[in-house]
């Protein structure tokens, strides 16, 4: 098993390396006649892209989506979707250093321990690159779910620095380089970055995403919780460190009364008063929304010399050079919610396929 798909009834199988001539997905079980063209998910794709403010990799990558296969006239034909983008600005030089080196915190020495062959240009399949395909399945994936599940994430935290709740405006994640929903903790966050990315280092971030309008039942009791499918699918995203679901980590500083989300009577529907689970409980979502968080550790690649060592044993100091992310956690805002329409997708098409 090369592990390279994830998903059951909605399955996404990703392919391509970060300075290969392409990378791209198939998307399997996508129900038929469905209305799909590139624009549905260009758009995102968009989102995602390098390049497009001093806090990104300043690789320039139009990451333009083409639909290979399963859709015809404009519609899901019920075959599989594949989805191609081509790479069009690598520069494998800046990566012949420490092709014989592994960089501290990547994934070189554990490829090289595990399959004994690298592609060192970019980290090659290991590199954050190849998540631009699951923002393509994403897209395809809401279009799945409809127009009554809604799906938006946000930074909200960039290193150290965290947003003001109090002060959320959706309408503001779109409107800054960071995806902040807070106005007020962008200037800070621009200073912070800008000092960050001239010492030549790198910083952490936290990522919120929410999903609104998820119907009740999504998820199994026991091995296919809905909120264990989650973590699992952020949790392989490049770079992240931890998940949690509702309020996760803090909830080991409740007490019982504190965590418990009570429920009322409003006419013929079940209310909560409160919303710390997260939208599921027993591993079955309750019709709340769903909220997930996720870490995002700092840019393992940064100008920063690190002590390190080589193929041929010996001790060495590592400097990554090329094109960066001061904070990686930026670019993955999409990819979250990518990830999240994913797990729901297949979610709801496994509901259906159990209860109808």
Not at 75 to 84: A, C, N, R, Y
Not at 125 to 135: G, L, N, P
Not at 240 to 255: L, R
Not at 324 to 349: F, K, S, T, Y
């Amino acid at each position: 098993m090369s592990h390279n798909s994830f998903g059951h009834l909605f399955r996404v199988t990703t392919w391509g390396e970060s300075h290969g001539p392409a990378i791209g997905c198939v998307i399997d079980g996508c129900p038929p006649r469905i209305p799909l063209s590139v624009d549905d998910i260009q758009p995102f794709l968009d989102q995602r892209r390098p390049g497009q403010s001093t806090f990104t990799t300043q690789r320039r990558e139009p990451d333009e989506v083409r639909i290979e296969s399963g859709v015809f006239e404009g519609l899901t034909t019920g075959t599989p979707i594949s989805l191609i983008i081509q790479n069009t600005d690598q520069r494998s030089k800046d990566y012949g250093e420490i092709a014989h080196t592994f960089r501290p915190g990547h994934a070189d020495l554990t490829y090289q321990m595990k399959y004994g062959i690298r592609d060192y240009r970019g980290g090659g399949r290991s590199s954050a690159r190849e998540t631009a395909m699951r923002v393509a399945a994403g897209a395809v994936a809401r279009k799945v779910l409809g127009n009554t599940v809604s799906i938006r994430g946000a930074l909200v935290q960039v290193g150290p620095h965290g947003i003001n709740r109090s002060h959320w405006n959706q309408d503001e994640v779109r409107n800054n380089p960071f995806f902040c929903p807070d106005p007020e903790a962008v200037p800070l966050w621009e200073q912070y970055l800008g000092e960050i990315r001239k010492s030549g280092s790198s910083v952490g971030a936290v990522v919120e995403v929410v999903a609104e309008g998820v119907p009740p039942g999504l998820g199994a009791p026991i091995y296919a919780k809905l909120d264990s499918d989650i973590a699992a699918a952020l949790m392989s995203i490049n770079a992240v460190k931890g998940v949690e679901i509702g309020d996760g980590f803090a909830t080991a500083a409740y007490t019982g009364p504190d965590n418990a989300d009570p429920m009322h009577m409003e006419g013929s529907r079940i209310a909560f008063e409160s919303n710390h689970a997260g939208g599921i409980l027993g591993g079955i979502s309750t019709g709340q929304p769903v909220v997930a968080r996720f870490a995002v550790k700092p840019t393992s690649s940064m100008l920063t010399p690190v002590p390190s060592v080589n193929l041929a044993g010996e001790d060495v100091q590592v400097v990554t050079k090329g094109r960066h992310d001061p904070c990686v956690g930026i670019r993955a805002v999409p990819v979250g919610e990518a990830m999240l329409a994913c797990v729901l997708a297949d979610h709801l098409l496994r509901h259906r396929g159990q209860v109808g």
